[in-house]
């Protein structure tokens, strides 16, 4: 075996520590190209065929409804495969298999969107709902539980944002900015640099922005994932055999196989397996409850459009099955995390690190660049479908309901802003080391809101008071256990985080331990249910639904539709 692991030894693969060598100005300087770049594509965005009515929220939180197919597979693609994808995915799997869970979900979760997603579009056009919470409370007559999804979205969505600006922080570190030995103000200065540029094309162009640099991002990441692929292996003596062995050891060629690392047994040898299931299960139910996923399907111009998507974007789980393999690569390459190796604890360095010493510094900068787009996008897509909801569904329906579309528009624009700083605040205030936690912790909380959005998208038997009841539950139940949860080293007894160290617990009133927004969302299922029954014994008023049956297959070019403002040709043809 020892000609298999000849060429993984360190004089092949460097492993320096992260940030050892100062900083790399080939790479800082290509990232600041492609940084600039996109920037200047995001505020050029608000002049690409604009409309009559900039100033309208429909036109900056929507992109007036129009975009096709090309320009809504790019941008849901853009949405959906972030940063997350690039740092956190390869990072969980230096554990284990346990963290190939996320490739699993986002093969499942096409199914699943493409029997509900093309009636939200629908229900939306007839009606003119801007966030899943108008929806909610059209059909269910209930601006009470409207508020509920409301503010269960824009929380569930700041650790979302958040993640993306680790993604950029991981990436500077490697390159030498910010890491270890800093002062507090020159590590997070870049991530503050970024927030101020993102906010302000977010500001002046809106969804826009993200849409046409959407079609960089997503060009970037396919040519270093090829590259990765095909270039890697070759530095290891056995290709992928090397690879997956050196991966089962450690990184040490002549270190002894770790029990389950490439199964989804732990050391123990406990399966693992329901565990794995829920968590797969749950993330994939959780994806397109979030706001930001929906903004990117609502933004379409006709079902059809919705529909191609949905069947289309699962070619992206192909690349997020090769993208999980480069945590198996670093981990090889002897990036594993642990707190006296070379990541110095933190594995969301291993993607980068691994760039870093495996190309030459002018394609590791293109790859870095690649993970910095990749968080620009989401982000300013997720801030956005965070303001819709606080203005829709808070600023319109409690505080001015007379708010000309023009003022939504502009507390929209603001609210952006301040999502923006709450997601730093996540940044700066939680744990960095636990990235794929904070996508977790929101899939917690989004999920609850599942029952009012998707079932009321084919049935409305749930009582309104019943579902703010169940959502309440679940999301109280998933919070306090969240909190609860440690995190332990590698000798599984030091605690070496507190609170929110890990989203599976054991499910009450048994042996198995699950995801927790799933045991949550059971929960909250229960509740829903019996108070349904209860309040429709006792006669309780249920609210006026404003929707009709046939509201849910209508599309573009349908009568008594309302109309739009004058769409983009542009964004149209795409």
């Known amino acids: 075996m020892s000609h298999i692991l000849a060429a993984a030894a360190p004089s092949d693969i460097p492993t320096p520590n992260v940030g050892s060598h100062g900083i790399n100005q080939t790479e800082l300087a290509i990232v600041i190209f492609f940084f600039l770049l996109v920037s200047i594509l995001g505020f050029l965005a608000a002049r690409w065929r604009k409309a009559r009515e900039a100033n309208h929220l429909e036109e900056w939180g929507l992109g007036g409804r129009s975009f096709g197919g090309w ?211 749950g993330s994939a139910m959780a994806l397109f409850m979030y706001p930001h996923a929906q903004i990117g399907v609502l933004s379409t111009r006709s079902r059809n459009t919705v529909r191609k998507n949905l069947a289309g974007l699962s070619i992206y789980s192909l690349v997020l099955g090769l993208i999980a393999l480069l945590g198996y690569m670093a981990v090889a390459a002897g990036f594993n995390g642990s707190p006296t190796g070379h990541l110095g604890g933190n594995a969301q360095h291993a993607v980068p690190a691994l760039f870093d010493a495996v190309f030459p510094s002018w394609f590791a900068g293109v790859a870095f660049a690649a993970v910095a787009i990749g968080a620009l996008v989401p982000a300013a897509i997720m801030s956005i479908a965070a303001a819709n909801l606080f203005t829709r569904n808070i600023f319109v329906d409690f505080i001015k309901p007379d708010a000309t579309a023009h003022q939504q528009a502009q507390m929209s624009k603001f609210v952006s802003l301040l999502v923006k700083f709450g997601a ?103 509740v829903a249910v019996v108070l349904t029954i209860l309040f429709k014994a006792m006669k309780v008023a249920e609210g006026v639904d404003e929707t009709q049956a046939h509201d849910y297959t209508a599309d573009e070019g349908d009568e008594n539709l309302p109309d739009l403002i004058q769409a983009e040709p542009a964004l149209a043809e795409l």
Not at 199 to 226: C, E, M
Not at 267 to 275: D, E, S
Not at 481 to 489: C, D, S
């Open 424 to 526: 730093l605040a996540f940044v700066l205030g939680l744990d960095a080391t636990s990235a794929i936690n904070f996508q977790l912790l929101g899939g917690v909380l989004i999920l609850q809101t599942l029952p009012a959005i998707v079932v009321g998208l084919f049935k409305r038997w749930f009582h309104r008071w019943a579902l703010i009841a169940g959502l309440c539950t679940g999301v109280v139940y998933g919070v306090v256990v969240a909190w609860q949860q440690k995190k332990f080293g590698a000798d599984g007894k030091t605690v070496v985080q507190q609170h929110f160290g890990n989203q599976i617990a054991k499910v009450p009133g048994t042996h198995l331990y699950a995801y927790i927004a799933i045991t949550a969302l059971v929960l909250n299922l229960i």
């Open 71 to 281: 320009i809504t597979w790019f941008l849901l693609g853009g949405d959906l495969y972030t940063a997350y994808t690039f740092i956190a995915v390869p990072a969980a799997l230096t554990a284990g298999a346990f963290g190939f869970f996320a490739v699993p979900y986002t093969i499942i979760v096409w199914p699943m969107v493409f029997l509900f997603l093309p009636r939200l579009w629908s229900v939306s056009r007839k009606h003119g709902y801007v966030t899943p919470s108008d929806f909610v409370r059209g059909r269910y007559g209930s601006k009470g539980l409207s508020l509920a999804v409301a503010i269960v979205g824009v929380v569930a969505t700041m650790p979302y944002i958040a993640l993306q600006l680790v993604g950029i922080q991981a990436c500077l570190d490697v390159i030498g900015i910010g890491g270890k030995g800093t002062s507090t103000f020159a590590k997070d200065l870049p991530l503050f640099i970024a927030f101020a540029v993102l906010a302000a094309f977010t500001y002046t162009s809106g969804l826009r922005a993200p849409a046409v640099i959407a079609f960089v991002k997503d060009f970037l990441i396919y040519l270093v994932i090829i590259v990765a692929i095909i270039y890697i292996p070759t530095r290891f003596a056995g290709g992928w055999h090397g690879i997956f062995h050196l991966a089962s050891t450690g990184g040490k060629p002549n270190g002894p196989v770790r029990p389950g690392f490439l199964s989804l047994n732990d050391h123990a040898g406990k399966v693992n397996a329901f565990p794995y299931a829920t968590l797969a299960l």
